[in-house]
């Protein structure tokens, strides 16, 4: 036989403990979003600057896609930066670095869109060098001229 002072306690222990289990599985649930979206955009980063270092056409909107399939705000950019030396000094200068972001916001409408949780903002940049050797692009110029410079020194000579 159970004693109705024990049943009591069950019931609020149970309604002590569930508001904590709950704010657990959403802050869980939560963290796992935020990383799969953080993963999501380093790799959409990445991509970006390799192509834009590349001369490659532009994929921005794929790439929103591949980070936020649904509605989102996905911001992708990529540029040039000054010119750098990769080569030793007499070489010429080269097209430089590479540099990309992508800025990603997003609010938690899976689970209602509560108030108290704040929205998602994720940005990742990444720089690196690299350059097209292509006829078109001023680092494959620069090397044709200076290749060119020498073999025309060594046939002087």
Known sequence: MTNSRNMGQAIVETALVLPILLILILGGYASARTAFLKSRSESAVFAEALRAGRNLSG???ELSRSVLPDEGSVDIQAGQKRKSRLLPAPSPLLAGKTAASVTVGKQWMEIGAPRWLPAAKIHQGTEFHVDCW???SSSGKS?????????????IR
């Open 134 to 136: 292509g006829k078109e």
């Open 59 to 61: 994929i921005e909107r």
């Open 143 to 155: 090397i044709r001229r200076w290749v060119r410079g020498l073999v025309v020194l060594g046939a």
